[in-house]
């Protein structure tokens, strides 16, 4: 049976002594959708995908609309009736289709499904994945999150807020605040899209254009730590839930195997450490149109 690993998931897999784990744990990757994969799918709200800009970097978008936005139509194909603002970094990528890859997310249950693949826009809009591979992950480390339905019509989407090469103040506080991102990776053609979880404070900024974050245990498989082995391209989104804020990162990614240089140790519970040299930087205000409501932290969070 040919491997459903890259040469980069594989040599972390190997250096985490986890390769026989892996291997068995990644029978669940499906060349297409089963049925739960699809019922699942067509009732969310919320999925995060990630591609490659023209300017050859990785960002991680949201896309969000109401139950049905997202419609298979087989094990290999769905339809996302969803568009992101035209200013959006991803935007243009999704007009014109290439890779991506899509988690979609239902934080009241704490699920989630990744679909890997290839968008084909739609003349209509919006556009079409093709699906090449489908799986779920366990629930560890997405807080409980409750979708609040406006008491009025959420206002359009708001043009970019700032944008820069830096973090600005106030936003290396909100990272250092948050207890959700999501990470967009690549590795060859393929687009990847996955979270990140855990209590306010996992995340830490050391500089402007230095953030770092633990890597708790997770299903093994290692897809985004073997991407970064293998292309440290990276894009991170965090989203401000209950605001409806934005903020998408793009950068290069290392993998803290070891204490970094200035000695700081990966938080207690973590077995190493990833951080972000960020390259660019987009705030977006009304993100999604959407607000959801914390109601527990994740019971895995060290």
């Known amino acids: 049976m040919t491997s459903p690993f890259h040469a980069g998931e594989l040599e972390v897999q190997a250096r985490a002594g986890v390769a026989s784990a892996a291997g068995r744990v990644g029978k669940m990757i499906r060349r297409g959708m089963t049925a739960d994969h699809a019922a699942f799918v067509a009732a969310q709200q919320l999925a995060v995908v990630s591609a490659v800009d023209g300017a050859g970097r990785v960002w991680a978008s949201a896309l969000t609309g109401s139950p049905g936005f997202l419609r ?84 359009a989407r708001a ?66 730590l073997g991407n970064l082995a293998s292309d440290p391209r990276a894009g991170l989104l965090f989203l401000d839930f209950e605001r409806d804020r934005s903020l998408q990162l793009t950068g290069t990614a290392a993998i803290l195997w070891d204490t970094p240089a200035d000695g700081v140790a990966p938080a207690p519970g973590a077995e190493r450490a990833v951080e972000l040299h960020v390259t660019g930087v987009v705030e977006r205000l009304h993100a999604t149109g959407r607000r959801w409501k914390l109601v527990e932290r994740s019971p895995y969070n060290p």
């Open 72 to 155: 298979p139509l087989d094990a290999a194909t769905v339809a996302v009736h969803a568009a992101l603002a035209p200013d959006d970094p991803l935007a243009g990528v999704l007009k014109a289709g290439g890779s991506i890859g899509m988690v979609v997310m239902d934080l009241a249950t704490r699920s989630r499904v990744r679909l890997n693949g290839r968008a084909e826009p739609k003349p209509e809009g919006g556009f079409v994945q093709h699906v090449a591979e489908a799986y779920g992950n366990c629930p560890k480390y997405i807080q409980l999150r409750e979708f609040s339905p406006p008491a009025h019509e959420p206002p």
């Open 159 to 224: 043009a970019i807020a700032l944008s820069g090469t830096e973090l600005t103040p106030a936003q290396r506080e909100w990272i250092a605040g948050a207890d959700t991102f999501f990470i967009g990776s690549r590795a060859g053609e393929r687009a990847d899209a996955s979270h990140r979880g855990g209590n306010p404070g996992f995340v830490s900024v050391p500089t402007a254009a230095l953030i770092r974050w633990p890597d708790y245990p997770g299903n093994m498989l290692f897809n985004t």
